[in-house]
């Protein structure tokens, strides 16, 4: 199974901050690579897929890059609702695997 | 408006079944490959089985090979997981999702509780 990590598992900042999660596959996933937002007591919300492209009605705020086994999710400025958590996702190999997540609080 | 809702969950004792179903709309639900995911606090997101648009392929995660069946019902636009032979492990919160190189679309989840 690819395994995927993500860093930082917990991450502080403020409104208006420029953040960066990086999630690290343990082998190559091509560009079938998504990125998902999820708040407490809700399901997942898709923000990025195929690495870079931005799901429809998504705020270009959020911004996904990489390549092989390393994967960036950017947020240019923090807005208040972005304060959520955070997981990665490989669609390249069965079984499909999810990153253990990146709790983003309030600074 | 799309919808996707979970239903069937509840407490089952280790050893039973369960099974799992998911009613969509809003969507060409034929058209979209299907999966479970299910989340707990301590292992977080598990992707639990896949099942193609056509029906042709599925695919499972190991540990639940040869125990639960994705299946599909496109007259009905409902996806279904049955839970044989239930664990401990098992429990958790169980979303249902559409799309193929990404979910683009989740349920609200439906939790499984499996406790002797």
């Known amino acids: 199974d690819i395994q995927l990590t993500q860093s930082p598992s ?60 390393e994967f960036t999710l950017t947020i240019s400025s923090l807005q208040p609702e972005d304060f959520a958590t955070y997981f990665c ?10 990153g253990p997540g990146t709790s983003l609080e309030i600074k | 408006q799309v919808q996707l809702v979970e239903s069937g969950g509840g407490v089952v004792q280790p050893g039973k079944s369960l099974r799992l179903s998911c009613a969509v709309s809003g969507i060409t639900f034929r058209t979209y490959h299907m999966h479970w995911v299910r989340q707990t606090p301590a292992k977080g997101l598990e992707w639990v089985a896949v099942i193609w648009s056509d029906g042709s ?50 349920g609200r989840g439906t939790q499984v509780t499996v406790s002797s």
């Open chain 2, 57 to 106: 392929k599925k695919f499972y995660v190991d540990s639940v090979k040869g125990r639960f069946t994705i299946s599909r019902d496109d007259s009905k636009n409902t996806l279904y997981l049955q839970m044989n032979s239930l664990r401990d492990e098992d429990t958790a919160v169980y979303f249902c999702a559409g799309g193929s190189y990404f979910l683009g679309r989740w």
């Open chain 1, 10 to 69: 917990f991450l502080s900042a403020s409104v208006g901050d420029r953040v960066a999660i990086t999630c690290r596959a343990s082998q190559a996933t091509g560009t079938f690579f998504a990125w998902y937002q999820q708040k407490p007591g809700k399901a997942p919300k898709l923000l990025i897929y195929g690495t870079s492209t931005l799901q429809s009605g998504v705020p270009s705020r959020f911004s996904g890059s990489g390549s092989g086994t």
């Open chain 1, 89 to 98: 996702q490989q669609l390249h190999t069965f079984p499909y695997t999810f």
